[in-house]
């Protein structure tokens, strides 16, 4: 089975922080995702990445950066962290190759900024 | 573009009831399509997935039908359990995204015994 660990599971941070998100995924998949989800918004894509050192916007990256140095870990980087970015975090991998594979997520983490 | 609409929450039913959670899409091209379903402090699963018109996903007494004269692809189950309670997602994926996923914003479905 495909395996997506985030480090946290809960996170709490001051506002101004620099703020880290690691998630490694364990089956050498190309793909790998960030969203948010936020009540009555659903699913937003933060950044994706298709290969090492590859990245692209997703539809709301105001505010967020990303790393991924290694094909397993993909981080998400909040520069400065504020309120409205309180949400839970959702990374995700796949492979490429065909419509029809699917993204596998982690279990999210629930990060509130004071 | 691409978006998916669902039908809004929540819904509650009893045990053993139908359900139907309703999910339209629009795309700029020929999407394939995804119901993800996600428990209770967990992360998204997929639940099921049709690439073609007509195709019909199944799993867990869940199906949906890919259906492109309506741009639909609602969900349905015939007789749902207290283990059904979850927020599920409708998505679609279309050519060329490299593998991006457009979701619905996900409705919730409590179940009671």
């Known amino acids: 089975d495909v395996k997506v660990t985030q480090s946290s599971r809960y996170l709490v941070k001051r506002t101004g922080e620099k703020v880290f998100l690691e998630c490694v995924q364990d089956m050498d998949h190309e793909n790998m995702f960030w969203y948010r989800q936020d009540p009555g918004l659903g699913l937003r894509l933060i950044y994706f990445s298709y290969d090492v050192k590859m990245k692209e916007k997703g539809d709301i990256p105001e505010g967020y950066s990303v790393s991924r140095e290694k094909k397993e870990r993909f981080s998400l980087i909040l520069e400065s962290a504020s309120t409205n970015q309180t949400s839970m975090y959702l990374c995700a991998s796949s492979i490429t190759g065909g419509m029809n594979q699917p993204q596998h997520f982690g279990d999210g983490t629930r990060l509130s900024i004071l | 573009g691409n978006s998916v609409t669902q039908m809004e929450g929540p819904v509650t039913l009893s045990e053993e009831a139908f359900l139907t959670i309703n999910c339209t899409y629009t795309?700029?091209?020929?999407?394939?399509l995804f119901w993800y379903v996600q428990y209770p402090g967990e992360g998204l699963q997929l639940l099921l997935k049709a690439t073609k018109a007509d195709d019909k996903g199944s799993n867990k007494g869940f199906e949906a039908t890919y259906r492109k004269e309506t741009t639909s692809f609602h969900l349905e189950k015939g007789s749902v359990q207290v283990s059904d309670s979850a927020v599920y997602f409708c998505?679609?994926?279309?050519?060329?995204?490299?593998?991006?996923?457009?979701f619905g914003k996900g409705i919730t479905l409590s179940v009671r015994p």
């Open positions: 998505a679609l994926r279309v050519t060329g995204a490299n593998s991006k996923l457009t």
């Open positions: 795309a700029t091209g020929y999407p394939s």
